[in-house]
């Protein structure tokens, strides 16, 4: 069996985006630059008060940086060990994990994409997106969608961010759409798979990235199928 390298992070800061959600920043110790591609994911390790050792993984919700820094997205699940373990940490509390891990990645050559998205499937597309609007060579001669689907306008993670993105690029498009939106909320209703036909058209040349529960990516694969596009072409993970 391989073996791969151990690493220790310290956590910079815990920040609430929702009542059950949390952005986790956190530095690699003992690095200058800890290298990864944009979607890959780290599988983090802890011991239980138990002492039997957990494995998680978790996508990273950010792009690569200079500095050794990286950040998940997480969600308390009930009754789970290591996601109330990690939303529960203070500043300064020691992560050990290894990786990077994963091939959800971009793909060359790059083409105009669809990013499909439910609650935490989110975290590899902030990374992705930041990476790919940060130069102009990285995206210019494409458009680029976001549609991701929340219960409601509070659930709507990152919400400035990509705002603040599509508002300082024409070809990026943020849609984000409510199953359970209020009355005042004048954006898409409805789940996600319910407004790709209306953003893809007839195209089938584009690449579709979709993250989130099965149940979801498998309804949105198969929808975009069944308007003739090829599977190469639709990219997906699981978080179930």
């Not at 069996?1 to 985006?17: E, G, I, N, Y």
């Not at 060359?108 to 499909?116: H, N």
């Not at 494409?142 to 659930?155: I, P, T």
């Not at 603040?164 to 789940?191: C, I, K, M, Q, V």
Request: some cysteine; charged content about 25%.
């Amino acid at each position: 069996m391989a073996q791969f390298k151990t690493f220790d992070a310290h956590l910079l800061r815990s920040v609430p985006l929702s009542e059950f959600t949390k952005h986790l920043e956190l530095e690699v110790d003992g690095v200058s630059r800890f290298g990864f591609v944009p979607g890959q994911w780290l599988s983090v390790k802890a011991a239980t008060p138990e002492g039997e050792e957990m494995t998680r993984a978790y996508s990273i919700a950010s792009p690569p940086s200079e500095n050794g820094h990286f950040a998940f997205c997480l969600n308390r699940v009930q009754d789970g060990f290591m996601s109330n373990y990690l939303c529960g940490l203070e500043a300064g509390a020691k992560v050990e994990f290894q990786g990077p891990f994963g091939d959800f990645i971009l793909r060359p050559a790059l083409r105009d994409t669809l990013f499909v998205a439910t609650g935490t499937g989110i975290a590899p597309f902030r990374s992705m997106l930041h990476w790919l609007l940060a130069e102009g060579d990285r995206h210019q001669g494409h458009e680029f969608w976001l549609l991701f689907g929340a219960r409601r306008e509070q659930d709507i993670y990152y919400r400035e961010e990509f705002e603040h993105l599509a508002a300082g690029h024409d070809n990026f498009h943020f849609l984000p759409t409510l199953s359970r939106g209020d009355a005042e909320w004048t954006g898409l209703r409805g789940y996600v798979q319910e407004h790709l036909p209306e953003i893809v058209g007839a195209r089938t040349e584009m690449h579709a990235y979709i993250c989130g529960l099965d149940k979801m990516v498998k309804a949105n694969r198969e929808l975009l199928k069944s308007l003739g596009w090829e599977r190469a072409s639709i990219r997906y993970e699981k978080y179930d």
